[in-house]
């Protein structure tokens, strides 16, 4: 490795500042449902509450990209973790729907400009010799708050009130924007093109590697989120407690298997690392379409968890590269906005296919496991991958 390649404390600082920060918005998860039926009888305005957090991330990603090109990333983070902080404070006050709204509403677009200037933080850091290393350290990071963070949450709404976790969540990007100031060296994200992220994805190589996110997020949520829920009790007789930890072994097993991933990126490649753990990801979909028994469940689920995790770090890599004469926090914005799609229409849309044909919830693997496949296959076509990754 070479002396000047990026070391453990390289990486530590950034991803401290995306631990505290993603541990605050994982807290908002258990308290959602109960405030959207305290602050809205209607069932619309309360599904237009829950997800109004995914609607502002999606939309801010790629102009909290552009913001960390031209304004800087230090900068950037600090504008999310403001953000995050006014809309935490906001949320904490009982003052009704609307500003609820407007709090779920300022902590998504500054989660998205927050983590999207984080992200490029992390790959301006490693440089091309260690993409896949970077983007494991940021996934294990985002990875690790996310899991406790809503068990943290509704301790804290069952000790006080549902609004405890927004004052925490407050408190916490605060102390994030801390860290963040004493973090040197965060400059601008290199800007080498002054076109839109979206025309980026007129380039063969880079709408692949995009659209390889996106299957990857889609069959993460569309199984940990629609699938296995669904079909754990009806077909195996498992409580909601069964399937918290079902999808909490998955996790951890990803969560452990990560630095081998960035490790096989950087080495071996962003290309047949993506390929063959989308292979896996098939293959763990197929077997929780195939095989009705509670083995084929446990493995099936962790198998998932490990192959989608590492196809994100990989597809990154391979987008960043592709994109290598834009600026990097414009490749990153579209890199998030792609995966957010994703994660927005898995547990929705494979639920729903299968519904609407008429077929039982366990189909819906078959139907994601044809997206995984059929993206893999655009990606083969999409010939100038390899060269962008060479």
């Given at each position: 490795?070479?002396?000047?390649?990026?070391?453990?404390?390289?990486?530590?600082?950034?991803?401290?500042?995306?631990?505290?920060?993603?541990?605050?918005?994982?807290?908002?998860?258990?308290?959602?449902?109960?405030?959207?039926?305290?602050?809205?009888?209607?069932?619309?305005?309360?599904?237009?509450?829950?997800?109004?957090?995914?609607?502002?991330?999606?939309?801010?990603?790629?102009?909290?990209?552009?913001?960390?090109?031209?304004?800087?990333?230090?900068?950037?983070?600090?504008?999310?973790?403001?953000?995050?902080?006014?809309?935490?404070?906001?949320?904490?006050?009982?003052?009704?729907?609307?500003?609820?709204?407007?709090?779920?509403?300022?902590?998504?677009?500054?989660?998205?400009?927050?983590?999207?200037?984080?992200?490029?933080?992390?790959?301006?850091?490693?440089?091309?010799?260690?993409?896949?290393?970077?983007?494991?350290?940021?996934?294990?990071?985002?990875?690790?708050?996310?899991?406790?963070?809503?068990?943290?949450?509704?301790?804290?709404?069952?000790?006080?009130?549902?609004?405890?976790?927004?004052?925490?969540?407050?408190?916490?990007?605060?102390?994030?924007?801390?860290?963040?100031?004493?973090?040197?060296?965060?400059?601008?994200?290199?800007?080498?093109?002054?076109?839109p992220s979206l025309g980026l994805l007129g380039r063969p190589a880079l709408f692949a590697a995009c659209f390889m996110g996106l299957a990857g997020f889609f069959a993460r949520?569309?199984?940990?989120?629609?699938?296995?829920?669904?079909?754990?009790?009806?077909?195996?007789?498992?409580?909601?407690?069964?399937?918290?930890?079902?999808?909490?072994?998955?996790?951890?097993?990803?969560?452990?298997?990560?630095?081998?991933?960035?490790?096989?990126?950087?080495?071996?490649?962003?290309?047949?690392?993506?390929?063959?753990?989308?292979?896996?990801?098939?293959?763990?979909?197929?077997?929780?379409?195939?095989?009705?028994?509670?083995?084929?469940?446990?493995?099936?689920?962790?198998?998932v968890m490990v192959g989608t995790g590492a196809m994100l770090p990989a597809a990154g890599s391979l987008a960043l590269a592709a994109g290598a004469d834009a600026g990097t926090g414009a490749v990153t914005g579209l890199v998030?906005?792609?995966?957010?799609?994703?994660?927005?229409?898995?547990?929705?849309?494979?639920?729903?296919?299968?519904?609407?044909?008429?077929?039982?919830?366990?189909?819906?693997?078959?139907?994601?496991?044809?997206?995984?496949?059929?993206?893999?296959?655009?990606?083969?076509?999409?010939?100038?991958?390899?060269?962008?990754?060479?």
């Open positions: 490795m070479p002396s000047d390649a990026p070391s453990f404390k390289d990486f530590l600082p950034i991803s401290i500042a995306v631990f505290v920060a993603m541990l605050g918005l994982g807290m908002l998860v258990p308290v959602l449902p109960a405030l959207a039926a305290r602050s809205s009888s209607s069932a619309l305005a309360a599904g237009a509450l829950l997800s109004g957090f995914g609607v502002a991330r999606l939309i801010s990603n790629v102009p909290a990209g552009l913001l960390a090109d031209s304004a800087g990333i230090r900068a950037t983070m600090g504008v999310g973790l403001v953000l995050i902080a006014f809309g935490a404070f906001l949320g904490a006050r009982e003052a009704g729907y609307a500003p609820l709204v407007a709090s779920i509403l300022l902590q998504g677009a500054g989660g998205a400009v927050f983590v999207t200037a984080a992200l490029t933080a992390f790959v301006d850091r490693a440089g091309p010799a260690r993409r896949g290393t970077a983007m494991a350290w940021y996934q294990g990071a985002l990875l690790l708050a996310i899991s406790i963070g809503p068990c943290f949450g509704g301790l804290l709404a069952e000790r006080y009130d549902a609004r405890a976790p927004f004052v925490c969540q407050g408190v916490l990007a605060l102390l994030t924007l801390g860290i963040v100031l004493r973090v040197r060296g965060e400059g601008t994200a290199p800007k080498r093109q002054n076109g949520t569309a199984a940990a989120w629609g699938l296995v829920p669904v079909v754990a009790p009806t077909l195996h007789g498992m409580t909601p407690s069964d399937v918290g930890l079902l999808i909490g072994v998955g996790t951890a097993a990803n969560f452990i298997a990560l630095p081998l991933v960035g490790r096989a990126t950087d080495r071996w490649g962003a290309r047949p690392t993506l390929l063959v753990t989308a292979a896996l990801t098939v293959a763990a979909l197929v077997l929780l379409a195939a095989v009705p028994q509670a083995w084929a469940l446990w493995l099936g689920t962790a198998l998030r906005a792609t995966g957010d799609l994703g994660m927005a229409l898995g547990p929705i849309a494979a639920t729903g296919l299968a519904a609407a044909a008429g077929l039982p919830a366990v189909d819906g693997f078959w139907i994601t496991a044809a997206l995984v496949a059929g993206a893999s296959g655009l990606f083969l076509a999409a010939g100038g991958a390899r060269r962008a990754a060479a």
